[in-house]
Nanobody
Framework: QVHLVESGGDLVRAGGSLRLSCVAS????????MRWYRQAPGKQRELVAT???????NYADSVKGRFTISRDNAKNTMFLQMNSLKPEDTAVYYC??????????????WGQGTQVTVSS
């Protein structure tokens, strides 16, 4: 059973940095893409960053140049380095990963979220 757990959320001042981690437990998995999403109060969950199994990355325009996504496949871990944080980055951050069990079967897994609060 795949279990994703995020950590690293905290209260920081604008301009500060945080590093989020997402660890997958329950075995060694060959995830396809892994992603960070976030959801601010009263808003829809939005995709922040994606990293493929090959290491290609993609970012939301709002975080380009400030956030960096990475992964360590050997440790089943994904990271999000967040620099130059802004109050509008305040949200619960969720990790997401997809795993193919066959050519026609792919499961998507979510973590429980970690709170990031950026004060002005």
């Amino acid at each position: 059973q795949v279990h994703l757990v995020e950590s690293g959320g905290d209260l920081v001042r604008a301009g500060g940095s945080l590093r989020l981690s997402c660890v997958a437990s329950g075995g060694i998995f060959r995830f396809n893409a892994m992603r960070w999403y976030r959801q601010a109060p009263g808003k829809q969950r939005e995709l922040v960053a994606t990293i493929t199994s090959g290491g290609s990355t993609n970012y939301a325009d709002s975080v380009k140049g400030r956030f960096t996504i990475s992964r360590d496949n050997a440790k089943n871990t994904m990271f999000l380095q967040m620099n130059s944080l802004k109050p509008e980055d305040t949200a619960v951050y969720y990790c997401n990963a997809d795993l193919s069990y066959s050519s026609t079967s792919t499961m998507y897994y979510w973590g429980q979220g970690t709170q990031v609060t950026v004060s002005s």
